[in-house]
């Protein structure tokens, strides 16, 4: 069986997958994840809302170390294989941060269309594959 590493932050599994995130009723600042208060107004005004499933890469790394704690991942340093980490713009609407399906920067360019899927982080205590969500190039 699969899950994703934070049911609350997408719309997986649905056909449709979408990133969840937040929109302030009163000064229409856009979040991701959604959270109870608004980073720039700090009224409880914001309400979930699917964000885009596609965008531009801005910018990129590449995580060539394993993660400390809280890391979910199953690597050991010995399997551990370095991945891409971007920030994708979704539209017009926000700049969301996560990890890239492509992990060598030199097939990474600013601009590229990239679009959300997920990948595979590790299992859980129970057995279970655990997702999380990424950008692919298109």
Known sequence: MQRMIA???STWPD????LVGGACGDCEATVFPVQQLCPR????AVEPIDLPNEGVLVAWTTQGFLPGPPYLGDE????????????VQLGDVIRVEGRLTENDPHKLEFGMRV???TVPLG???DGNEVLTFAFQPL
């Open 76 to 87: 050991t340093a010995k399997t551990f294989v370095p991945f891409g980490v971007g920030l």
């Open 115 to 117: 679009g959300l899927t």
């Open 7 to 9: 049911p609350e932050i």
């Open 41 to 44: 107004c700090s009224r409880p």
């Open 15 to 18: 056909g449709d997958f979408r």
């Open 123 to 125: 299992t859980d205590a």
